[in-house]
C-alpha cells in the first residue's frame, strides 16, 4: 500500500494549555462531542495519525470507549473553530517511482512575494510552497518550492514551463535535488497515546499531490 497514513495537522497556536471548552464550554453541555477528558485522549490518540481501517472513527471510538459518533462530531467541531488546520492523506512518493525530488528556491522582492507564491501554489507540479526569511549574506532565497518527478531531467522540463508560462524568470532561483530520503515526523502537542488503535499514524507529511503548506505564510 502507498498510502502510509490519514494526517491531520493541528494549529499550534490553539494547543496550548487549553481545551475548546475553556472557550466556548461547548464540550460539557454537548454530549454529541466529548468531554474535556476524552478530547484530551483523543487529540493524543490522532496526533500520530487516523488508523488505518475500513472505519477509522470507529477504531478510535472503541479504542477510547466512546460513541463513533461523538469522535467524528469532535474532530468537526476541531475543523470548524481552526485547531485542526488541516487533514489529507500521506503517500509513499518514492515508492511510487518519483524519485527526483527538488526544492527549488527563489529570491523574490517582499512586495512580490505574495503573487508569486500564490502562482507557484497554483500549479499542479508544485507540491509545497512556503516562504522563509533570507540569512544574508550566505542565503538570499526567500520563497521555496518543491516539485517531485520521476527523473531530473523530468523535474528541469517541469521548472521550465512553469517559469516561462508565469513569466518568473526575472526571479533568480536555484534547484536543489535531495540525495537521501529521511523520514518526516510531525510535531506532537501531547504525550503520545498508549490507546493508539494501530500503527499508521500521522507523520504530519505533505500529500503529494493536494497539499500546499507552509510554516510561516502559506499559499494556495
Known amino acids: 500500500m502507498n498510502v502510509r497514513t490519514t494526517a491531520v495537522r493541528f494549529k499550534q497556536t490553539a ?3 487549553r481545551t475548546l ?5 461547548v464540550l460539557f453541555r454537548d454530549s454529541s462531542v466529548l468531554d474535556e477528558l476524552n478530547q484530551q485522549r483523543l487529540r493524543q490518540a490522532i496526533q500520530d495519525g487516523l488508523p488505518l481501517t475500513a ?3 470507529k477504531t478510535l471510538a472503541i479504542a477510547l470507549g466512546v460513541q463513533e459518533d461523538q469522535v467524528m462530531n469532535t474532530i468537526q467541531l476541531w475543523s470548524d473553530t481552526g485547531l485542526i ?7 509513499k512518493h518514492h515508492s511510487l517511482g518519483y524519485r527526483a ?3 527549488v528556491v527563489w529570491d523574490v522582492p517582499q512586495d512580490q512575494i505574495d503573487r508569486v507564491g500564490e502562482i507557484l501554489s497554483q500549479c499542479d507540479v508544485v507540491t509545497l510552497c512556503y516562504q522563509r526569511p533570507r540569512r544574508l549574506p550566505e542565503w538570499r532565497y526567500n520563497l521555496f518550492s518543491m516539485i517531485h518527478g520521476k527523473n531530473r531531467a523530468l523535474v528541469l522540463e517541469q521548472l521550465a514551463d512553469l517559469v516561462a508560462e508565469n513569466q518568473l524568470d526575472a526571479f533568480p532561483r536555484e534547484v536543489l535535488f535531495s540525495y537521501r530520503l529521511f523520514k ?3 510535531g506532537h502537542y501531547s504525550k503520545r497515546s498508549s490507546l493508539r488503535p494501530g500503527n499508521n499514524m500521522i507523520e504530519g507529511q505533505q500529500n503529494l499531490s493536494m497539499v500546499k503548506n507552509n510554516a510561516q505564510v502559506a499559499y494556495g
Open 101 to 103: 525530488n527538488a526544492m
Open 15 to 17: 494547543l496550548k494549555n
Open 21 to 25: 471548552s475553556e472557550d466556548s464550554g
Open 55 to 57: 472505519q477509522p472513527y
Open 184 to 186: 518526516q515526523c510531525g
Open 85 to 91: 488546520k488541516r487533514m489529507g492523506l500521506v503517500v
